[in-house]
């Protein structure tokens, strides 16, 4: 299906010879299209099936499409929670030798949705809530690590929940710039006000759409992610002054960074000449402090919030089990065995794309908690997931890949409500 074209691509993928470049983007086969929900975008953009998995391509310019493949691969290597590049498609000809526009394709990020698809009938305020926050928690960590990203939004961002919140990801970095040097404050206030200039655009126009809840107020919940922001970067980068006799605030200090998901890289640590204060300035290198912890011991990948979930059942489990150290690999790998997986193994197969492993887990855990709160007895484990299978699993929709109808909006509404309390489409 290729004609003269140019690729170019990290890793190679001979599938991208089979997809129909010599035809503009709109008029692609439907054979070639995954009906999934889109985000607005001021580019054309279509889901499209490659060698088992689905990406997004987005027309755009040559100079635009290879800048942003060069960024998000960047970002990528920075360990930025982003959608991976995999080609720039450029130099297309029609099937009379006309231009086609370049093209950037992106492998699409499975269990992720746009916010507009995280409901159908009404958004709350305090899902929107944690939808912003999960944004400003994102553009902290683009911040820390010198990432300008100058068009911050709901729309430029998708979603994976992660053990009762979401988790966000860069989708559009076409204007993006990497200072390697760091960013200035007057960068960082740029983004937040695009960000709650943005945030507020998109919020009315779910309300002017009769979808968001009438306690809803567009303009409070997107000031909340300038207080979110400030909050984090004030705990992740601020200076902290205490007497010196008060020294296990450095521990405090750094404890409650792990707690927000951080690790340090370097801590400094000053004295006042009477030797009777001390100033600690944290530089933080990484985010992902949970999910290292549980990759390196038990080899899963998970969300942040549903690692620190999984790890608190692993350190219940050893010491339930009378196991000293939960940080033991061979405890680690008894809880993996017994525990995480049977679980997943007992996931009906026509059920596993409803949500992903870690989430489930999660999910489990505070059906079982629910469960005995509601019957004053200890649940066993096997009883709840039997449970929480029939009641709730079964009645969610496939969020590995969820189908739009062929308008490609989320305009078809099913019978059936989420743990948020909202109807899915």
Do not use: C
């Not at 940080?327 to 197969?349: C, G, K, Y």
């Amino acid at each position: 299906m290729v004609g003269s074209v140019d690729i170019t691509a990290a890793a190679v993928e001979p599938a991208l010879l089979d997809l129909p470049w010599s035809i503009p983007l709109d008029e692609w086969p439907s054979e070639y299209i995954a009906q999934l929900p889109k985000g607005i975008s001021r580019h054309l953009v279509r889901f499209a099936n490659l060698n088992g998995y689905v990406v997004a391509v987005k027309e755009t310019t040559t100079e635009m499409a290879r800048r942003e493949y060069e960024m998000l691969r960047t970002l990528q290597r920075l360990d930025i929670p982003s959608v991976e590049p995999v080609a720039v498609i450029s130099n297309r000809l029609d099937e009379h030798g006309g231009e086609l526009p370049t093209v950037l394709v992106t492998r699409h990020l499975k269990f992720s949705l746009p916010y507009r698809a995280l409901f159908s009938q009404t958004l709350r305020p305090d899902t929107a809530t944690r939808l912003v926050d999960a944004l400003a928690v994102l553009l902290v960590r683009l911040h820390v690590t010198g990432f300008y990203w100058g068009d911050v939004s709901l729309s430029n961002t998708l979603f994976r929940r992660d053990a009762g919140a979401f988790a966000a990801y860069l989708v559009d970095a076409e204007t993006g710039q990497l200072q390697e040097s760091g960013l200035s404050n007057g960068q960082r206030e740029n983004d937040l006000e695009i960000a709650r200039v943005n945030i507020a655009g998109e919020l009315m126009d779910i309300e002017a759409g009769g979808k968001a809840a009438p306690e809803l107020d567009p303009v409070d919940i997107a000031n909340g992610i300038i207080e979110k922001y400030r909050e984090l970067w004030s705990e992740l980068t601020g200076a902290e002054t205490f007497a010196a006799s008060e020294r296990w605030r450095i521990a405090q200090r750094v404890s409650r960074l792990n707690d927000l998901g951080f690790d340090i890289g370097e801590l400094t640590i000053k004295t006042d000449d009477a030797g009777t204060n001390v100033v600690i300035q944290p530089k933080v290198v990484d985010a992902g402090h949970h999910a290292r912890r549980l990759f390196r011991l038990t080899g899963l990948d998970a969300g942040e919030n549903q690692a620190r979930r999984l790890l608190n059942d692993l350190d219940s489990y050893a010491a339930t089990n009378g196991h000293k150290d939960p940080d033991d690999e061979a405890t680690a790998h008894e809880w993996l065995t017994r525990v995480f997986e049977p679980v997943v193994a007992a996931i009906p197969t026509e059920l596993r794309g409803k949500l992903e492993p870690a989430e489930v887990f999660h999910q489990l855990l505070d059906h079982r908690w629910f469960m005995s709160q509601e019957q004053q007895r200890d649940v066993p484990l096997a009883e709840a997931l039997s449970s929480y299978i029939d009641t709730v699993l079964r009645h969610r929709r496939d969020e590995a890949t969820v189908f739009a109808p062929n308008t490609e909006t989320m305009s078809l509404t099913l019978p059936t409500t989420d743990t948020d309390g909202f109807e899915l489409t």
